[in-house]
């Protein structure tokens, strides 16, 4: 929530420095601004964005993407302490480490285990005397103990 605080903040203090940079060069087309005030303008705006792509990147570094970044503007009051866990893989989750509120760091323990059991490799061992039991192509059956089918 503070990453995204101090993003937004940057993101209010670039757009401020733009417009006054904006004002102060067409104040300058016109005759009406001394160049020391222009030069100002640019140095502020310069920082600004600076400030901005600085928060932003840390918000890229926690795993915070720009679609993200550009819904932060319109976020609900509160909505700010939130986070969102993605996955790199599709999958079923078969355990959690965490519980609801818990705090969480990069690169500690996992909070979740994914598999994805969409392909499964199986290595198989064939005695020597079986040898002969067996051929290429052959269909092979997983089963459980209890004699249920598995694959």
């Known amino acids: 929530a503070g990453l995204k605080a101090d993003y937004l903040n940057a993101l209010s203090a670039e757009r401020l420095a733009q417009a006054e940079l904006e004002r102060e060069e067409n104040l300058w087309e016109q005759k009406i601004t001394a160049e020391a005030d222009l030069q100002s303008a640019r140095a502020a705006f310069a920082a600004a964005n600076a400030g901005r792509e600085a928060a932003e990147n840390r918000l890229h570094a926690i795993g915070i993407g720009h679609g993200t970044l550009d819904m932060l503007d319109e976020a609900a009051d509160g909505s700010l302490a939130q986070a969102y866990v993605t996955a790199p893989l599709a ?17 500690g323990a996992p909070i979740f285990v994914i598999i994805d059991d969409s392909v499964v490799w199986a290595d198989i061992a064939v005695y020597k005397e079986d040898l002969g039991k067996v051929s290429e192509g052959q269909t092979v059956t997983f089963q459980q103990e209890d004699g249920r089918v598995l694959a």
């Open 91 to 107: 999958g079923e989750v078969i355990q959690r480490s965490v519980s609801l509120g818990e705090t969480v760091s990069a690169g």
